[in-house]
């Protein structure tokens, strides 16, 4: 009587392991800022790092330019060859521009418009961006079409009644007429409306709801921390708007009662003006800017890539 060994079953991996070798090695040979994986970091190379070069100092050149206009006489910036390194009158020219243009008056009521109408926008926005977004009641889409439908109409047009509005309550010259008219922007509404659709899960708010909480609790304790890198963002493109308004806070304030751009384009409204003086005080004009994005910078670009990552 014969025995057979039994055969052993053939290894449905062994055919495979062969062909995977070589594609193995060939992975093992690329570089490894092109190998993918999640939460790797792509490494710049030569070219990178020029395009980055070149963006960042056509960023900083106007700034530069200011910086050196600033410093120097008319004659000196109107010259065929103009300078191209600061000179010794930055001192003489800041304290010539600050004094001609009332600056410190212009700086104060500055801060205080945009800080007005910075907090009211964030206020009021992300409440209308939370209702748009996840509460439901008749004529939502009707509203939300009418809020983006006024993005459309320019702003020259409204200027003639909002005059005369203000006139009429007794604003003319007041820093009121320059805040109240800008209090809620369409466009903030939409901004906080698309980024709480999307970031605040429905989930979240019917959990606070069955745990008893009211809407005012709901938006504080819930609403508010998850939009707050939407409004870090927001809150700095409404600063720097009404930081740099220029067209409305001229029509509606007067010399005596200034907003920082209204008081240099009185500077530079003379017949002759000095560019020198007038580039002192678009420094100073910078300053504060330059000043808000240093402390809030980290967080604004939280934000921007918080929201960036959503969906």
């Known amino acids: 009587m014969t025995t057979t060994s039994p055969t052993k079953a053939p290894d449905p991996t062994a055919g495979a392991a062969a062909p995977a070798a070589p594609a193995a090695r060939r992975e093992a040979r690329r570089p490894i800022r092109f190998r993918p994986g999640a939460g790797q970091q792509l490494k710049g190379g030569p070219f990178a790092y020029i395009a980055l070069a070149v963006v960042g100092i056509g960023s900083l050149l106007p700034l530069y330019w200011t910086l050196v206009a600033a410093s120097h006489t008319q004659d000196e910036v109107l010259a065929t060859t103009p300078p191209f390194l600061p000179g010794g009158r930055l001192l003489h020219n800041l304290d010539a521009a600050w004094n001609d243009?009332?600056?410190?008056?212009?700086?104060?009521?500055?801060?205080?418009?945009?800080?007005?109408?910075?907090?009211?926008?964030?206020?009021?926005?992300?409440?209308?961006?939370?209702?748009?977004?996840?509460?439901?009641f008749r004529g939502r889409g009707a509203l939300m079409t009418g809020v983006i439908?006024?993005?459309?109409?320019?702003?020259?047009?409204?200027?003639?009644?909002?005059?005369?509005?203000?006139?009429?309550?007794?604003?003319?010259?007041?820093?009121?007429?320059?805040?109240?008219?800008?209090?809620?922007?369409a466009f903030g509404v939409f901004f906080m409306r698309q980024y709480l659709s999307e970031a605040l899960p429905y989930e979240l708010v019917e959990a606070a709801k069955i745990d008893g909480a009211n809407n005012f609790r709901i938006v504080l304790?819930?609403?508010?921390?998850?939009?707050?890198?939407?409004?870090?963002?927001?809150?700095m493109l409404t600063f720097v708007q009404a930081w740099n308004d220029f067209f409305w806070p001229?029509?509606?304030?007067?010399?005596?009662?200034?907003?920082?751009?209204?008081?240099?384009?009185?500077?530079?409204?003379?017949?002759?003006?000095?560019?020198?003086?007038?580039?002192?005080?678009?420094l100073i004009s910078t300053l504060p800017?330059?000043?808000?994005?240093?402390?809030f910078g980290k967080r604004i670009v939280g934000g921007i890539m918080s929201g960036a990552v959503k969906g």
Do not use: H
């Open 289 to 295: 800017l330059l000043v808000v994005f240093v402390i």
């Open 101 to 136: 243009a009332n600056l410190g008056k212009a700086i104060v009521n500055s801060v205080i418009v945009s800080s007005c109408i910075t907090a009211a926008t964030l206020f009021f926005c992300t409440l209308a961006g939370y209702a748009f977004a996840k509460m439901r």
């Open 149 to 185: 439908a006024t993005l459309t109409i320019p702003p020259q047009l409204s200027v003639v009644p909002l005059f005369m509005m203000m006139s009429d309550i007794g604003w003319g010259g007041r820093l009121e007429s320059v805040i109240f008219p800008t209090l809620v922007s």
């Open 221 to 235: 304790s819930v609403v508010l921390p998850v939009a707050r890198p939407a409004m870090m963002v927001l809150g």
């Open 250 to 282: 001229y029509l509606a304030l007067n010399q005596q009662n200034p907003t920082l751009q209204v008081a240099l384009g009185q500077l530079s409204a003379s017949y002759t003006p000095d560019q020198s003086i007038v580039m002192a005080g678009a």
